[in-house]
Antibody, heavy 121, light 107 residues
Framework: EVQLVESGGGLVKPGGSLRLSCAAS????????MNWVRQAPGKGLEWVSS????????YYADSVKGRFTISRDNAENSLYLQVNSLRAEDTAVYYC??????????????WGQGTLVTVSS | DIQMTQSPSSLSASVGDRVTITCRAS??????LAWYQQKPGKVPKLLIY???TLQSGVPSRFSGSGSGTDFTLTISSLQPEDVATYYC?????????FGQGTKLEIK
């Protein structure tokens, strides 16, 4: 059974940082692209970042470029999102999602339960 | 960047109705289009990918069509459990943006 479990969210002050993690199990992690998607309270889905299976291709939404860094550890079956210089508008539930293929041009077929990031003073 | 626009933003229909949601891309995206369902308080679920391919386990009353810039998600006979917000997403190239969502309710 595919499982994606996010962690690392919490309350942080504006300008602060967090490292979000996503632990994957039930599939061959190194064969699939991975993604972060966020959802602000009461709002729609916003794509944040994607990484190919090897980590060689990485993409970011303009809203987070230069502040967020996606990475993966295929030996540890884990995906990460380092989030820096946080702003109030970054407050959201952050979902980890698997791409259907190794390349990032793929629909997201499994999603974690999400981790809440709240940016507030 | 390519913009994804869904219509309508909200929709109310009766059980058994045929429901259609549309998604328009501001530029052609071939068939790199996915549809997701998010029930209240739940995680998004992939319904359709490659514009018309049903994800495993998704009921056959859901179908997708389209290519290029215009796409539709159709529910052939609306069921109470279909109450949700539906999102389209492009994935031909980054940014892999979502539509704004269509909230579907039962009349």
């Amino acid at each position: 059974e595919v499982q994606l479990v996010e962690s690392g969210g919490g309350l942080v002050k504006p300008g602060g940082s967090l490292r979000l993690s996503c632990a994957a199990s039930g599939f061959t992690f190194r064969s699939y692209s991975m993604n972060w998607v966020r959802q602000a309270p009461g709002k729609g889905l916003e794509w944040v970042s994607s990484i190919s299976s090897s980590g060689g291709y990485i993409y970011y939404a303009d809203s987070v470029k230069g502040r967020f860094t996606i990475s993966r550890d295929n030996a540890e079956n884990s995906l990460y999102l380092q989030v820096n210089s946080l702003r109030a508008e970054d407050t959201a539930v952050y979902y980890c999602a698997r791409g259907r293929e190794g390349a990032t041009q793929a629909a997201f077929d499994y999603w974690g339960q999400g981790t809440l990031v709240t940016v507030s003073s | 960047d390519i913009q994804m626009t869904q219509s309508p933003s909200s929709l109310s229909a009766s059980v058994g109705d045929r429901v259609t949601i549309t998604c328009r891309a501001s530029q052609g995206i071939s068939n790199y289009l996915a549809w997701y369902q998010q029930k209240p308080g739940k995680v998004p679920k992939l319904l359709i990918y490659a514009a018309s391919t049903l994800q495993s386990g998704v009921p056959s009353r859901f179908s997708g069509s389209g290519s290029g810039t215009d796409f539709t998600l159709t529910i052939s006979s609306l069921q109470p459990e279909d109450v949700a917000t539906y999102y389209c997403q492009k994935y031909n190239s980054a940014p892999y943006s979502f539509g704004q969502g269509t909230k579907l309710e039962i009349k």
